[in-house]
């Protein structure tokens, strides 16, 4: 399962996106400015718009989903309960996925931010597409609610996940780090290689690197592990 | 001076509070009240009961520079240069002098080059930056922010700090998911279920929260 992108270019308001690289199986994280296309490049991945020139070509994928960045956008329906239905799933078992429970006849748009994110992120991952597309899925969330969609996300044990996200505090474990700048995707390569080159990195990581410590993940934790061992 | 008495709204129970700091981050988690919070100190909702005084006076007779949790739905305008023209048209100032104080405050967030782009054409982070250079374009005395940073990457981000910093306002009530951010701050509220927890300098309120994934990033790490 991957998908090959291969010398892609398309031009999108001020924004001209370019780029090349194999999205292969794991968690990856694709960071980036503001304004840098990291949405837009995801809107690519998912073909609800196509490049203009070179080409994206997916091999072995049967299912692909795109969370955007804003939950309410994914909303439907009238119910909690009949959005989850219109995903496919069983709104029983999902609402408890969610901590959604006792919410099924609520309107979705009472829910929080935060529970609208996490009820969209639960649909999203129990759908378990072979491609899954994280639009920024840790803004506007609280740190515990960060850290339990981390859990969610390092959950999915099969396919491609890639999130797009300027997250600088609480993160998953990845497998790669690409870099969105100005519209051009570069790929820093698999984790933990890859950390030191991440211009992007939230500043605990920043710091461990500067005292030479070597993180194996991109997590707090991770950070703080590698300092420990340089410190004894 | 921030002062509020007998506060109670919707979630929001807050007996006594007297804040003179300049620079109040406002944290806690989701649902604990702190959108409530800034909007009632806004002057957007009327409190059920109590009163809030800024500077010593009710919200409405304070000039307030605003930029809500949601940019996509507060915008009004469809080009961005009409919007963050939009608070000194509304107050009635001149043909220049309203020019001259969108350019500058397009200039303070660094959008000046976004001045004639339609607002629809803008990414997430980007209608957030507009929104508060619109906040900032009528020198506001109170700026109040909810959450405007969760959309923006690191250096927007400091970038919106540093606008926020030099601003001319008296206060600047922060509402943020960065600890990292609250930790610069001159004075901290943590809320949960609607009351203020803790208060104080970010070290007094911070040391509160060490066993908590609240605790910010870099004083986990460095300390």
């Known amino acids: 399962m991957r998908v090959d992108i291969e010398d892609i270019t398309l031009s999108r308001g001020r924004i001209t996106l370019r780029g090349s690289g194999t999205f292969g199986e794991g968690i990856h994280l694709v960071s980036g400015p503001v304004g840098s296309g990291k949405s837009t490049f995801g809107l690519l991945l998912a073909e609800i718009i196509h490049p203009t020139g070179g080409s994206v070509q997916r091999h072995g994928i049967s299912s692909t989903l795109l969370m ?165 | 001076m921030i002062r509020i008495a007998n506060l109670r709204h919707r979630v929001i129970d807050v007996p006594d509070l007297a804040v003179d700091a300049r620079h109040i981050a406002v944290i806690g988690p989701n649902g604990s009240g702190k959108t409530t919070l800034l909007s009632i100190c806004s002057g957007i909702e009327e409190p059920r009961r109590g009163t809030v005084r800024l500077l010593g006076r009710p919200p409405s007779a304070v000039r307030i520079g605003w930029v809500g949790e949601f940019p996509d739905r507060t915008l009004l305008f469809s080009r961005v240069y009409d919007e963050i023209a939009s608070p000194p048209r509304f107050r009635h100032r001149s043909c220049p002098e309203t020019d001259e104080k969108v350019r500058a405050a397009a200039e303070v967030v660094g959008i000046s080059h976004l001045l004639e782009a339609k607002v629809s054409a803008l990414s997430g982070g980007e209608k957030a930056l507009a929104a508060l250079a619109a906040a900032g374009a009528d020198d506001p005395e109170v700026l109040i922010l909810d959450e405007a940073d969760s959309h923006l990457d690191a250096r927007t981000a400091a970038r919106v700090q540093r606008a926020v910093q030099e601003s001319a306002a008296t206060h600047v009530l922060w509402c943020t998911q960065s600890m990292d951010l609250a930790a610069s701050a001159d004075y901290v509220l943590f809320m949960a279920g609607g009351m203020i927890r803790h208060h104080g300098t970010p070290e007094e309120v911070f040391s509160r929260l060490e066993d908590t994934c609240f605790y910010p990033t870099m004083w986990r790490i460095c300390r």
């Not at chain 1, 500067?210 to 300092?227: S, Y």
Request: proline letters at 7%.
């Open chain 1, 68 to 232: 955007l960045q804003f939950p309410e956008y994914h909303i439907t329906c009238p119910t909690i309960a009949e959005e989850v239905i219109s995903w496919g799933l069983d709104p029983d078992d999902l609402l408890v996925e969610a901590d959604l429970a006792g919410r099924a006849d609520d309107d979705p748009f009472h829910l929080s931010r935060g529970e609208l994110k996490r009820l969209i992120l639960a649909c999203t991952v129990a759908r378990n597409p072979d491609l899954l597309m994280l639009d920024e899925p840790f803004s506007s969330l609280d740190c515990a609610a960060k850290q339990r969609a981390c859990r969610v996300i390092e959950g999915r044990r099969e396919g491609i996940t890639i999130i797009f996200s300027h997250e600088r505090a609480i993160l998953p474990q990845v497998d790669a780090i690409w870099e969105m700048e100005g519209g051009t995707l570069k790929a820093l390569g698999s984790v933990p290689r890859a950390i030191p080159r991440w211009r992007h990195a939230p500043p605990y990581l920043t710091y461990a690197l500067e005292l030479g410590a070597r993180p194996e993940n991109i997590r707090l934790q991770d950070a703080r592990e590698a300092v420990c061992r340089i410190r004894g």
